[in-house]
């Protein structure tokens, strides 16, 4: 079993950065993909981004041009970086993996899961 533990997450004011850190065990899966994802109080958890191992990025709308995900082998980490923080990006970030499956952020449905790492963006 894949495991993951996120790091990273913190308290930034209104236009700020943060790189998030996912630390996976070994991935001995064929293809997969990775994403993360957050959840805000009262609202239902929504995908940001995904990386698959072919090297296709999907991003929501929301985040295009201010996120980026990425991935370093060598350390096993994957890694989100956000820039431009609004309060609307506040929520706690959790990292997930779904093996055999070349995903879209549309039906990313992954079956192992980070504990999560919070992230709060004040005005």
């Not at 805000?40 to 191992?53: I, M, N, Q, W, Y």
Request: include cysteine.
């Amino acid at each position: 079993q894949v495991h993951l533990q996120e790091s990273g997450g913190g308290s930034v004011q209104t236009g700020g950065a943060l790189r998030l850190s996912c630390e996976y065990s070994e991935i001995t899966f064929g293809y997969y993909s990775m994403g993360w994802f957050r959840q805000s109080p009262g609202k239902a958890r929504e995908g940001v981004a995904v990386l698959t191992s072919y090297g296709d990025l999907h991003y929501a709308d929301s985040v295009e041009g201010r996120f980026s995900i990425s991935k370093d082998n060598a350390k096993n980490t994957l890694y989100l970086e956000m820039h431009s923080l609004q309060p609307e990006d506040t929520g706690m970030y959790y990292c997930a993996l779904e093996p055999y499956r070349r995903s879209t952020l549309e039906n990313h449905s992954p079956t192992i899961w980070g504990q999560g790492t919070q992230v709060t963006v004040s005005s």
